[in-house]
């Protein structure tokens, strides 16, 4: 599987918007870029996914570069329940398997 | 909305007992799957189910593991003989088949497995 890199904390104020950024140089023609997160105590969520154009769902919108190579999530407006773990990553429509592989995600803390 | 329920919230077992987790799919979807999550760790996948069998296994889902679809409804995680470094978080998954790789996975709340 194709390798993302995220940082390993990021912090917003609640209300502001936040840009959580993935970088998957590796990437092949072929791999779609997915995003989960996972709330405290909870099973991972999915958020939203694309290929190469931007896209937008009513909880973020995901901003994919022209050469693919990196993409951010964009939350709007955060909110005390966005705190969560954020993870990017790589399915590959060809690859045949239905696994996710988590990395170990952007940690988001929202301060009131 | 639709969700994936998992039974127990928390299972307590002794080293060397067999132990079955529970899941309930969501009730239109095909695809199931189970991952596991060790305290502070990543989520690791463990196994996908589709059409009655077993469609792809991790190095970690080995003989001690097994899955079941017993009815229309539930699919459950096995663990034959339960050892200390089972214990974790187990998550069950499922998703629609149609256009499947891109089909999002819709994960439970978990059980947590502490082996004792």
């Known amino acids: 599987d194709a390798k993302t890199t995220q940082p390993n904390s990021m912090e917003s104020n609640e209300e502001e918007p936040v840009h959580l950024p993935c970088n998957h140089s590796?990437?092949?023609?072929?791999?779609?870029i997915h995003w989960y997160r996972q709330l405290p105590s909870q099973g991972p969520e999915y958020v939203i996914h694309?290929?190469?154009s931007n896209v937008n769902n009513r909880m973020a919108s995901l901003a994919i570069a022209e050469d693919r190579k990196s993409s951010t999530l964009i939350l709007h407006r955060a909110t005390l329940r966005d705190a969560a773990v954020y993870y990017c990553?790589?399915?590959?429509?060809?690859?045949?398997?239905?696994?996710?592989?988590f990395g170990k995600g952007t940690k988001l803390t929202v301060n009131p | 909305e639709p969700e994936v329920t998992q039974t127990p919230s928390h299972q307590v077992t002794q080293m060397g007992q067999e132990v079955i987790l529970r899941c309930v799919p969501i009730?239109?979807?095909?695809?199931f799957y189970w991952y596991r999550q060790i305290l502070g760790q990543k989520v690791e996948f463990l196994v996908s189910?589709?059409?009655?069998?077993?469609?792809?296994k991790s190095e970690i889902f080995d003989d001690q593991f097994s899955v079941e679809r017993p009815d229309g409804s539930n699919f459950t995680l096995k663990i034959r003989s339960t050892k200390l470094e089972d214990s974790a978080m187990y998550f069950c998954?499922?998703?629609?088949?149609?256009?499947?790789?891109?089909?999002?996975?819709?994960f439970g709340d978990g059980t947590r497995l502490s082996i004792l």
């Open positions: 998954a499922s998703s629609e088949e149609l256009q499947g790789i891109n089909q999002p996975q819709h």
């Open positions: 590796t990437i092949s023609g072929t791999d779609y």
């Open positions: 694309g290929l190469t």
């Open positions: 990553i790589l399915r590959d429509a060809q690859g045949g398997s239905e696994k996710l592989v």
């Open positions: 009730s239109n979807h095909l695809y």
């Open positions: 189910f589709y059409n009655n069998e077993i469609s792809e």
